[in-house]
Nanobody, 128 residues
Framework: QVELVESGGGLVQAGSSLRLSCVAS???????????MGWFRQATGKEREFVGA????????DYADSVDGRFTISRDNAKNTMYLQMNNLKPEDTAVYYC??????????????????WGQGTQVTVSS
């Protein structure tokens, strides 16, 4: 069972930047690069939504329209870590951000199940 832990959240002003990290442990002996990775977020009172995904090698990414051009996903397979660089943050980006791993599908299907693991989430709050 792979385990995921997010970090890097916080309280920032609109227009600021944050970088989230997602570290995988546990069943990554066969390679972190076996997993397509993705970021999701859930604002209070709303359903969890897809933010973006990255392919196993890190070559390809896919983003939700709401973050495209402002957020960048990357990964370092040697460190079993995925990142979410968030620039020009807006109050509507306020949410708990989760990372997820999937051994099935591709980065283009990461917005739908199945998922092998979820992190516990990290809060991002953007003030206006």
């Amino acid at each position: 069972q792979v385990e995921l832990v997010e970090s890097g959240g916080g309280l920032v002003q609109a227009g600021s930047s944050l970088r989230l990290s997602c570290v995988a442990s546990g069943r990554t002996n066969n390679g972190f690069d076996l997993y397509v990775m993705g970021w999701f977020r859930q604002a209070t009172g709303k359903e969890r939504e897809f933010v973006g995904a990255i392919s196993r090698t890190g070559t390809n990414t896919d983003y939700a329209d709401s973050v495209d051009g402002r957020f960048t996903i990357s990964r370092d397979n040697a460190k079993n870590t995925m990142y979410l660089q968030m620039n020009n943050l807006k109050p509507e980006d306020t949410a708990v951000y989760y990372c997820a791993a999937s051994s099935k599908g591709t980065y283009r299907t990461m917005h739908v199940p199945p998922y092998d693991a979820w992190g516990q989430g990290t809060q991002v709050t953007v003030s206006s």
